[in-house]
């Protein structure tokens, strides 16, 4: 009988250790962020209104509809007078780059950025295990991930990747890459930065899609440190609970909307096409169809599910004077929006599409205003906003979005770990105390507007 006993029992046992087995195991595969340190130049490059006149007038291929162009599209961008500019601009060589610039470029922000993560984290180079390194716009030999290790001399074993061309999305696409490599290996630490080439890709044409840019984006960077350490989760800030990527590639309108090309003049620069904003929205529609049932409550998903039917039950359409569309709210599963500050009318777009609130996307907006779009490190400047305001409380969910050339649409949901506060080294501190400003109007209009009211035939360009 009592071997009988053993004979049940010893598969039950089997069964939960299995059980217990894998849920330990779980635990070593878990994303944490331990810090990051967004990358602020000096001040010597930052790029006022003034400023950005001279630029204009010193770049002789530029008419008067070009300028036209320029002024209207800076001032409905939603950026400010403290961004900051390539040092080439200042030097009066936007026109004529070389590959130079654009290392020593990335080499500021290796020396500043990740130097000052290694600080406050009291993490040595030689304890990173995994090291990724996301530019889009720039290719060096050796990689830009091999300078680093050069520069901290990182240890021979080191898992490095170096991505081009993942465009805005690139941080989370690196985040990506770094949880995949977690669910494999235990104990690590892993390095992720993040930014844009500026300097070899100043558009100094006239093509008007290519200008944009010019217009929108600005330097920045991030450097985030991971780990899977289970030791380590109660020092994490943020802990990674879902992440989605969604990329339309295949489709032609969507492929072609963001992309790196020349001109008719032969010259080099980022087409931004007026489709960007239809292909953005079908991008962020088809990723939350996806995404809503991994980040909401199931609670909302049922409400959401019978209002649905209940509306098609009653055959009558939001036009006719029906019922209303029914409409997902995300904020039952998220306390934080943190999205790619791409510009005003990108903000203003996943606004609408979520239906959140001014309130819910002043970081984002603040961000833009201060740091303008740049681009894979934006979200980080978010967070950091979010952070020097004391939003961020144990248990918060922060959902972060990002758009990009691809066309892709990713996003991942993290959780606070533990109260966050604004620290010295917040890119914000000596800022925050000033945002949100009164007013996010800039002077540009007030001090350029006579330029609309010139006439083409009698326009005689300043010197």
Known sequence: MELLILLYALPIFYFLFMIGKRVYARGDQECY??????????????????????????????????????LQATVSSGIGERTYAPKIVFEGREQNPTVLDGVLEMEELFHDSVAKLFAKTGIRPSEIDVLLVNVSMLTTVPSLAARLINHYKMRDDIKVYNLTGMGCSGSL?????????????????????TTESMAPNWYAGT??????????????G???????????????????????????????????????????????????????????????????????????????????????????????????GGKKKPVINFKTGVDHFCLHAGGRAVIDGVKLSLGLSEYDVE?????????????????????????????????????????????????????VVRNLDLDDANAWKDCIDGYPPVTLVNPFMEKFGWINQEDPATFIRPE
């Open 33 to 70: 962020i331990l810090d990051y340190q967004c990358y602020k130049p000096t001040s010597d490059r930052m790029i006022d209104t003034e400023f950005c006149y001279e630029v204009v007038k010193r770049t002789k291929e530029l008419g008067l509809q070009e300028a036209k162009f320029l």
């Open 173 to 193: 696409i690196s985040v990506d890459v770094v949880r995949n490599i977690f669910k494999s290996n235990k104990n690590l630490y892993a390095l992720v930065v």
């Open 207 to 220: 093509d008007k899609s290519m200008l944009l840019a010019n217009c929108l984006f600005r330097i920045g």
């Open 222 to 320: 991030c450097a985030i440190l991971l780990t899977n350490k289970r030791a380590l989760k109660h020092k994490a800030m943020l802990k990674l609970n879902c992440l989605l990527r969604t990329h339309h590639g295949a489709r032609d309108e969507s492929y072609n909307c963001c992309i790196q090309k020349e001109d008719e003049q032969g010259r080099l620069g980022f087409h931004l096409g007026k489709n960007l904003p239809k292909v953005g929205t079908v991008a962020l529609v088809d990723h939350l169809k996806e995404i809503a049932p991994k980040i909401l409550p199931l609670s909302e998903l049922l409400r959401f599910m019978v209002m649905f039917l209940v509306r098609k039950m009653s055959k009558t359409s939001s036009v006719a």
């Open 363 to 415: 970081p984002t907006r603040m961000t833009m205003h201060r740091f303008g779009n740049t681009s894979a490190s934006s979200l980080w400047y978010v967070l950091g906003y979010m952070e020097a305001k004391k939003r961020l409380k144990k248990g918060d969910k922060v959902w972060m979005i990002s758009l990009g050339a691809g066309f892709e649409c990713n996003s991942g949901l993290w959780e």
